[in-house]
């Protein structure tokens, strides 16, 4: 038995002409946070469904707990608790009918599922509706009511598929911290993003994926650390003087990126950068000094934005 | 012992024939189609099964006098009594009809509901004889319905009448398990109404209301190819109590009928989850 839960090599998938994912390889052990980050069309969503065994890879290797998901794909599935993109409740059923129901795919018996439905409806908050039909829920509360549905089974590995993408700041912030009850409690998270701070969150390592193949792995720190610097420094001097600025201000750090609307300029100490900028003679209309992030990685990466 | 993991579950029937698309838990998915129901407008079932009753009375009890006895096999036979099998068959063909067609279609297209089952250890050919089985329950029981009023009306002459049932449900599985696999390929609405466009011909020129020898012999060929004349021939054989090989016949074409449905139902789910 290998430590990797998942393990891809060379993994591809092609739709007629079109590659959406490109040779990527990677391992996930067992009880971490593994995510997948890039923009919409990266072909994450299309990895997802191929470790889900819902998909048939074109080429490579995918074992998932050794087993290939193309011989074995009920008993990986059974292994799994999937969270989708878009939420696939069942409308027609109520809240606890959701659970039950879905415990009945697995073969579950029904007096195991009366206790768990109980734990689930208690962990998603949803013991108030536990009679509401689907459509009478928040968009927060179907997202919780998806993950609960995808523990039904005690998976080993939760799948989730931008599982905060829609939701609103709060609803997010009670989403995540769902999440981090799960990993204390040793369940093993594979999650897609295109959110920087939910990676960031959420992710103990993690990949960064353009077009179909993977540009970079590690932990958030490490990749801020390899492929940023310490500090950005933000200034805007108005669309149309932007492209002539960036010009003048790029002597006067590592590195620059110019976007449409600002500039970033990337530096050890952002504070001492502005003033030197100012020194210079320079008057921005606003100026922000930040951090680095995940998105400055993915921007050093690929030239582009996450969330176009 | 009780398995009680998803996972014990799953691996118990590892190496076991067509595994990765049957689990043989299709009645998990029948369950699920019994919860929705119970909710459900109970208008529905109500018109489903209504519709064969109304053709009784107005043409059977309108026209009886008109039209006087027929014969069959050589023997004379009340009209409201020839004309109640095919309602029957009729009725098990609506009920299977409605919950494999439209009912589908919705899910397939509209729901993502399909791909939240097939995202647990279930396969294809369980979400397929799942819906199929609530269909062909549907039409089971619309077709008991309707015996229990003909049959105290003195409507099925022959003791061989009570096969009719099953009969019925051999009826409903073919047409549930055929009418999904038809809908699983449609892509609009419109291309849906086709089903109802061969529908209504089919129930008026299967020899529902008359016997088939009034046309002439190649369109008599041109109707057999279709499955409704089959099931009136068979259950009116059963009713009326003329027994032969033909009934057979007849109840092969559902056979075939429904292992043709089920395969190409699998198959197209699996092309539209698993790929």
């Known amino acids: 038995m290998s430590q990797s839960l998942i393990h891809a090599r060379g993994l591809t998938k092609k739709f007629g002409d079109?590659?959406?994912?490109?040779?990527?390889?990677f391992d996930v052990v067992k009880g971490e946070s593994f995510g997948l980050l890039g923009p919409n069309g990266a072909g994450k969503s299309t990895a997802m469904r191929m470790i889900g065994a819902t998909s048939q890879r074109t080429s490579g290797e995918l074992t998932i707990l050794d087993k290939d998901p193309e011989k074995f794909g009920p008993q990986i599935r059974a292994h799994l608790g999937v969270v989708p993109q878009q939420d696939n409740l069942d409308t027609q059923l109520s809240v606890t009918e959701n659970l039950y129901i879905y415990g009945r795919y697995f073969g579950l018996n029904r007096k195991f599922l009366k206790g768990k439905i109980e734990e689930l409806l208690a962990f998603a908050?949803?013991?108030?509706?536990?009679?509401?039909k689907v459509e009478s829920l928040s968009g927060g509360m179907k997202r919780r009511l998806t993950i609960a549905r995808a523990l039904v089974s005690e998976p080993e590995i939760l799948m989730l598929d931008e599982p905060t993408t829609g939701l609103d700041p709060q609803a997010r912030h009670i989403l995540w911290d769902r999440l981090f009850r799960l990993k204390e409690d040793g369940v093993t998270l594979l999650i897609t993003t295109h959110f920087m701070d939910e990676a960031e969150q959420l992710c103990d390592r993690l990949v960064v994926m353009d077009k179909g193949s993977i540009m970079a792995e590690g932990s958030p720190a490490q990749l801020i650390k390899d492929y940023s610097t310490k500090e950005v420094l933000e200034v805007r001097f108005g669309s149309e003087r932007n492209s002539q600025m960036a010009n003048d201000l790029r002597q006067l750090c590592e590195r620059i990126e110019e976007l449409p609307d600002r500039i970033l300029m990337y530096t050890e100490d952002g504070e001492e950068l502005l003033e030197r900028v100012y020194k210079k003679g320079f008057h921005p209309k606003t100026s922000l000094v930040r951090r680095s992030s995940l998105e400055d990685v993915f921007l050093r990466l690929t030239g582009r934005t996450l969330v176009d | 012992m009780i398995l009680s993991t998803a996972v014990a579950?799953?691996?118990?029937?590892?190496?076991?024939?067509?595994?990765?698309?049957?689990?043989?838990?299709?009645?998990?998915?029948?369950?699920?189609?019994?919860?929705a129901f119970k909710s459900s407008t109970w208008i529905m079932v109500f018109s489903g099964f209504v519709e064969p009753v109304l053709f009784l009375l107005s043409f059977g009890y309108g026209l009886k006098d008109l039209v006087g006895d027929i014969t069959v096999a050589g023997q004379p036979i009340g009209y409201v009594a020839f004309i109640a099998p095919a309602l029957l068959a009729t009725s098990a063909m609506n009920g299977a009809i409605y919950d494999s067609t439209y009912n589908v279609y919705f899910k397939l297209r509209h729901d993502r509901i399909y791909h939240g089952m097939l995202a647990t250890s279930l396969g294809p050919m369980d979400v397929a004889l799942g819906e199929i089985s609530w269909a062909l329950l549907r039409g089971f029981s619309y077709a008991l319905g309707f015996m229990t009023i003909v049959a105290p009306l003195g409507l099925i002459p022959s003791m061989w009448g009570i096969l009719a049932v099953p009969a019925a449900v051999l009826i409903a599985f073919g047409f549930a398990s055929f009418g999904m696999a038809v809908t699983s390929y449609m892509k609009s609405y419109q291309q849906l109404?086709?089903?109802?466009?061969?529908?209504?011909?089919m129930f008026l020129f299967s020899g529902s209301f008359y016997p088939l020898d009034v046309f002439p012999e190649w369109l008599q060929t041109v109707i057999r190819l279709f499955p409704l004349a089959h099931a009136i021939d068979l259950v009116r054989g059963l009713t009326l109590g003329n027994i032969s090989w033909a009934l057979v016949g007849h109840a092969m074409y559902f056979v075939v009928m429904i292992v043709i449905g089920l395969f190409f139902t699998t198959r197209r789910l699996n092309a539209l989850f698993m790929r």
């Not at chain 1, 079109?18 to 390889?25: E, K």
């Not at chain 1, 908050?125 to 509401?132: F, S, V």
């Not at chain 2, 024939?17 to 998990?28: F, M, V």
Request: hydrophobic share 40%.
């Open chain 1, 18 to 25: 079109f590659t959406a994912v490109n040779g990527i390889d």
């Open chain 2, 193 to 201: 109404e086709v089903i109802n466009v061969i529908l209504l011909p």
């Open chain 2, 9 to 35: 579950i799953a691996e118990a029937r590892m190496g076991m024939p067509g595994e990765k698309y049957y689990s043989g838990r299709s009645r998990a998915i029948t369950e699920r189609a019994y919860i």
């Open chain 1, 125 to 132: 908050q949803l013991e108030e509706k536990r009679n509401a």
